[in-house]
């Protein structure tokens, strides 16, 4: 069982900056790759950024390309989302998630075995 954790989200304006962190905790695995979706209201839940835990290789989604950053912290065990240059459309409820077999597309949601509450970011005009 992996429990993950949000915190981070919060009101900001455009062009405005936040971190997303998600403690991880609980039975992980050496394959362990961790990502942030996001879903805005009426709209499908969608792919921000993941990072494979022990290469520390990332991916993005394009439309966060250059102001998103994924980072880890192993010592604390916890995944971050630093949000720059926040747009309106970055508005949504952010999850973070946990894949632990190693599987290639991270960027697919049902490729995730455990997910966050979700924290809420607005981005106000």
């Known amino acids: 069982q992996v429990q993950l954790v949000e915190s981070g989200g919060g009101l900001v304006q455009v062009g405005g900056s936040l971190r997303l962190s998600c403690a991880v905790s609980?039975?992980?695995?050496?394959?362990?790759?961790m990502g942030w979706f996001r879903q805005a209201p009426g709209k499908e839940r969608e792919f921000v950024a993941a990072i494979r835990w022990s290469s520390g290789s990332t991916y993005y989604a394009d439309s966060v390309k250059g102001r998103f950053t994924i980072s880890r912290d192993n010592a604390k065990n916890t995944v971050y989302l630093q949000m720059n240059s926040l747009k309106p459309e970055d508005t949504a409820v952010y999850y973070c998630a946990a894949e632990l077999s190693g599987r290639s597309y991270l960027y697919r949601a049902y490729e995730y075995d455990y997910w966050g509450q979700g924290t809420q970011v607005t981005v106000s005009s």
């Open positions: 609980g039975r992980t695995f050496s394959n362990l790759a």
